[in-house]
C-alpha cells in the first residue's frame, strides 16, 4: 500500500478515531485510488481533475451506481484535504467531481399481512430455544423500528456501560443509534410478550460481569452476542418457512414499521422521533410507501380504476 494512503488511514483511526468498518472502507477506496493511478502512469500526488472525472465515468460505465460512487468519491475527497493540509498539493482534484445522479429506490417493506405472517409463524419446532428467540427479535424489530445495530447491542440487563436494554416494567426500548445519540423506543405488547417468553429461556446474564459479550440480550447457541450477519441468516430461513415471496432482512422490517404507523396515523414528526432519524428528509420516503399503498388499494378496489 502506498506510504501516504498508510499514513492517511492511520490519521482517521487514531485522531478522527473513526469506526473500524469506516476505516475499512477507506481503505478499499483508496486502494482503488491507487490502482487508477497507476494505470494513468501518474503519482497520487500528480493526479488531476481530468483524471478522477476519467475514473468516474470508467466506474459508472463498469455498473456502479451513483451513490457508490459519490462515497468513493467522498473518501477521496478527504485524503486530498489532507494532503493539503500537509503541503503536499496546491489543489484538490477531487473538489468540484460530483457522482452521476443516483435513482432513489422506495424501501421494500412488507405489508401488514405479511409482517404478522413473518411473527406469528412458529418455526424450529425441535429447538423450542431457537423459535422463542427468533420470535422475539421479529417481533423487536417490526415492533419497535430498531436497526440490526441497535437491536444487536441490546443488553439482558441495564447498566451504565450498556449499549442499550430493555425496560419490560415500563414497555421501552433504550438504543444507541447512528452518532452515538440515545433514544427510547415504545415496546408494543405483543413483542413485550415474546421477549419475556425469550427471557425465560435465556440463559441469564452474570451481574458482574454487564459489559461483557455474555450480557447481551441476544445471544447465539455458544453463549456469544448475536451479529448481524446472523440475525440476517435467521431472518431469511424464517421468511422462506413462513411462506414469503421474498427473502426478509432486518432493515425491510424497519421499512414496515414505519410505513405501517404512517398509514395509521400520518404523523411524520413522530415516526421521525421513533426512527431516530436527524432529518425528517429521511423519514419522507414512507410517504411515497404510504402513496404506494393508496395507489395498489384505489387500482384494487375503484371501479374506474382499471378503465382504459
Given amino acids: ?23 475499512e472502507l477507506y481503505c478499499l477506496d483508496l486502494q482503488k485510488l491507487t490502482v487508477y493511478a497507476a494505470q494513468a502512469g501518474v503519482e497520487l500526488l500528480q493526479v488531476q481533475n481530468n483524471h478522477i472525472r476519467r475514473w468516474v465515468a470508467q466506474m459508472h460505465g463498469a455498473g456502479r451506481g451513483g451513490r457508490g460512487i459519490a462515497l468513493i468519491l467522498s473518501g477521496w475527497r478527504g485524503f486530498y484535504v489532507w494532503l493539503g493540509r500537509q503541503g503536499l498539493v496546491a489543489s484538490n482534484p477531487v473538489q468540484d467531481v460530483r457522482a452521476p445522479k443516483a435513482g432513489k429506490p422506495l424501501p421494500k417493506a412488507l405489508s401488514v399481512d405479511q ?5 406469528s409463524f412458529s418455526s424450529d419446532h425441535n429447538n423450542p430455544w431457537l423459535e422463542v428467540r427468533d420470535a422475539a427479535i421479529v417481533e423487536l424489530l417490526y415492533g419497535a423500528g430498531l ?35 440515545r433514544r427510547s423506543v415504545p415496546v408494543g405488547s405483543k413483542a413485550l410478550e415474546a421477549l419475556a417468553r425469550w427471557l425465560a429461556l435465556r440463559a441469564p446474564a452474570p ?25 440476517w441468516q435467521r431472518l431469511r430461513l424464517r421468511s422462506r418457512q413462513a411462506g414469503l415471496d421474498a427473502p426478509v432482512h432486518p432493515h425491510m422490517l424497519r421499512h414496515s ?21 436527524a432529518s425528517i428528509t429521511t423519514t419522507q420516503v ?20 382499471k378503465i382504459k
Fill in 115 to 119: 409482517s404478522v405472517q413473518l411473527a
Fill in 286 to 305: 414512507y410517504t411515497r410507501l404510504d402513496f404506494q399503498h393508496l395507489a395498489k388499494a384505489y387500482d384494487a378496489a375503484h371501479p374506474r380504476a
Fill in 147 to 181: 436497526r440490526v445495530g441497535e437491536l444487536i447491542g441490546l443488553d439482558a440487563v441495564a447498566s451504565a456501560e450498556a449499549r442499550g436494554w430493555i425496560d419490560l416494567q415500563a414497555g421501552e426500548a433504550h438504543v444507541l443509534g447512528k452518532g452515538s445519540k
Fill in 207 to 231: 451481574a458482574t460481569e454487564l459489559s461483557s459479550t455474555s450480557a447481551a440480550l441476544f445471544i447465539g447457541r455458544n453463549g456469544t452476542r448475536l451479529t448481524a450477519q446472523s440475525i
Fill in 1 to 23: 500500500m502506498d506510504t501516504l494512503v498508510e499514513r492517511y488511514l492511520e490519521h482517521v483511526r487514531v485522531e478522527k478515531r473513526l469506526a473500524q468498518r469506516t476505516v
Fill in 257 to 277: 414499521f414505519a410505513s405501517h404507523l404512517l398509514q395509521s396515523s400520518s404523523d411524520l414528526r413522530g415516526v421521525q422521533e421513533l426512527l431516530g432519524h
